[in-house]
């Protein structure tokens, strides 16, 4: 199993860094790993029908979401080209805003394993642009909160 994390502080209150990573429409502009992704609710929760690329390579597959009490989500592939792949994002509230936290973990082939220091950093490197995005798109919202209720 190949596990990776990174850290980042989003100058914003957990609410709205909750409020922007509950549309999961967002996950293709945050996850460099992801082109497309097809959002639809489910009795069980949602599931999204996400396409991109992984090391260069044309990917597909299907992950299952729920929401976590923290304000972030799980999400979990159900059909796809590998065996087991989960994404995390946990929100913690840090003075001067929150705490972001994205995990990943796969489960990568046996004839990628020789490669598998070389995906970590290649993964890790995806982490770290996704959350300058989640950091920024959080941000901005907030600041749009923030306007529309001195609007008010």
Do not use: C
Request: aromatic share 8%; hydrophobic share 40%.
């Amino acid at each position: 199993m190949l596990t990776v994390s990174r850290r980042i502080l989003v100058s914003a209150p957990q609410g709205s860094v909750q409020r922007y990573l509950s549309d999961l429409q967002e996950i293709a502009k945050y996850e460099p790993k992801v082109d497309a992704i097809d959002v639809a609710s489910t009795d069980a929760g949602q599931q999204a029908s996400v396409s991109g690329r992984f090391l260069g390579l044309a990917w597909s597959g299907t992950f299952r979401f729920e929401m976590t009490r923290d304000g972030g989500y799980r999400g979990v592939m159900v059909d796809g080209p590998l065996r087991r792949m989960e994404s995390r994002l946990l929100l913690r509230p840090v003075i001067g805003g929150t705490l972001v936290e994205h995990q990943q973990a796969y489960e990568i082939p046996l004839l990628l394993r020789p490669l598998k220091p070389f995906v970590s950093r290649w993964l890790d490197s995806t982490l770290e642009n996704g959350l300058g995005f989640i950091k920024e798109g959080a941000e901005a919202l907030n600041r749009r909160l923030q306007l529309q209720g001195l609007e008010a």
